[in-house]
């Protein structure tokens, strides 16, 4: 029995020890060793620094708890994605337990060990039943939280939202849906050119919601004073570090192209990640942006001020066919996701482990690239002290990849999952 698929013990905590190249926290350490000690990290760094007889029960353990990997396997912390639809046929946005908990399930065995379940914009009751299911998950520990993209959205620039369900920013609706959500709604997506948007930024910072500027028309301006007003109100509810800034949805999707004469909220929006107050979302999959858009963006705002995500609905890992996002009929064709009604790209395909790949192969360092999909969205989230790296008293939460960060194995909880 090897320590992949060992059982899980009812009497005594599994301990684990993986040896291999660790990549975590912007560092690369090549002969490397991280020891698990139930469903904690009790050590993570080079393997000549580990002395078992420090660490309790370990001394005594034997070879099946030893996994000694191949020299050009990767050890990552557990994944994490702050923007994600769905996945193996299983959909957030519909709100539907079994199929919420199909794409749980899929997106923890394919990396993804963290992630808000992302939900589009909806009727009324639909956004609400939604909510009611994913704090249930959020209490089993399936999801981390919600992000919520719209409903209070550009018309111009809805994207694969359904036009029929957009708002402008209405605070009484925003209040039953922040009360809903019983501190779990993490994130929302906003327009802030919108009558009353400063306002609803005001409600979101005050419940420690991130607002996430996107789908919007607005202009430089516009998108500079709102990300401003953003971090100050998350500043002035108590947040500090990462967890103070606000994000941006999808940077480059979503919004009018950047004009040298017209520059848009994409320049704002960059120059504000550069300075270190927001952080922008890519979705790296060679869809959504091409790779040297991916690779020129990390150059210009580095890693620590990025969040990779997938966008990822139903379709991620599955093969080309007819798919829901939420209300809509989406066509995957060659892996491209439409919306049936107006072309519109309607999410991504990819999982979070090829999106890093895909950001790695852009010319990226992979330091920075899993940066970006583990310790700056945990820190999103207010998780850093738990998930988004290989340190001490993190939980154990793992993906082993290969030379080409292909998937090998994925620990969650200390468990392996098959």
């Not at 078992?52 to 099946?64: K, T």
């Not at 402008?168 to 929302?188: H, I, Q, R, S």
């Not at 919004?255 to 909220?265: A, I, V």
């Amino acid at each position: 029995m090897t320590a992949l698929d060992q059982p899980a013990s009812l009497s005594a905590p599994i301990r684990h020890i993986l040896t291999g190249t660790l990549v975590s926290d912007g560092v690369i350490v090549e002969d490397g060793l991280v020891a698990v000690d139930g469903d904690r990290i009790a050590f993570a760094g080079p393997a000549a620094d580990f002395d078992a007889a420090d660490f309790e029960g370990f001394s005594d353990l034997g070879e099946e708890a030893w996994l000694d990997l191949p020299q050009d396997r990767f050890i990552l912390p557990g994944l994490v994605d702050v923007h994600c639809h769905g996945g193996n046929g299983g959909d957030f946005p519909g709100g539907e337990e079994s199929s919420a908990r199909t794409a749980a399930d899929f997106l923890h065995r394919s990396g993804t060990t963290t992630f808000l379940a992302s939900m589009v914009t909806a009727s009324r009751e639909d956004l609400l039943r939604g909510i009611e299911l994913y704090v249930k998950l959020a209490g089993e520990g399936l999801v981390a939280g919600i992000h919520l993209e719209g409903p209070f959205l550009s018309h111009a620039r809805c994207g694969a939202q359904n036009p029929a369900f957009l708002l402008e920013p209405d605070l009484d609706f925003m209040n039953e849906l922040v009360e809903a959500a019983a501190g779990k709604l993490a994130t929302m997506t906003y327009a802030p050119e919108l009558p009353g948007a400063a306002a609803l930024v005001d409600l979101m910072t005050s419940h420690g919601v991130t607002p996430s500027l996107g789908h919007t028309d607005c202009d430089d301006a516009t998108a500079a004073a709102s990300l401003a007003a953003a971090r100050e109100g998350l500043e002035s509810a108590g947040f500090d570090g990462v967890s103070a800034l606000p994000t941006v949805t999808h940077l480059f999707n979503g919004m009018p192209p950047m004009h040298h004469r017209s520059p848009g909220p994409v320049a704002a929006c960059l120059r504000t990640a550069q300075q270190g107050k927001a952080l922008v979302e890519l979705i790296a999959d060679d869809t959504h942006l091409d790779p040297s858009t991916v690779a020129t963006v990390f150059q210009l705002v580095g890693a620590a001020n990025i969040l990779l995500v997938t966008d990822s609905m139903a379709a991620a890992g599955l093969s080309d066919g007819n798919y829901m996002l939420g209300p809509s009929p989406v066509t995957v064709t060659d892996g491209v996701a439409t919306l049936d009604a107006t072309g519109s790209i309607a999410g991504g395909t990819a999982t979070m482990l090829e999106v890093v790949r895909r950001t790695v192969a852009a010319g990226v360092d992979m330091s920075d690239a899993v940066l970006s999909a583990t310790a700056v969205p945990a820190g999103v989230l207010g998780l850093a002290d738990e998930v988004g790296g290989l340190r001490r008293g993190l939980r154990a939460d793992i993906v082993v990849a290969d030379k080409d960060l292909g998937l090998v194995s994925v620990m969650r909880n200390g468990n392996w999952l098959a």
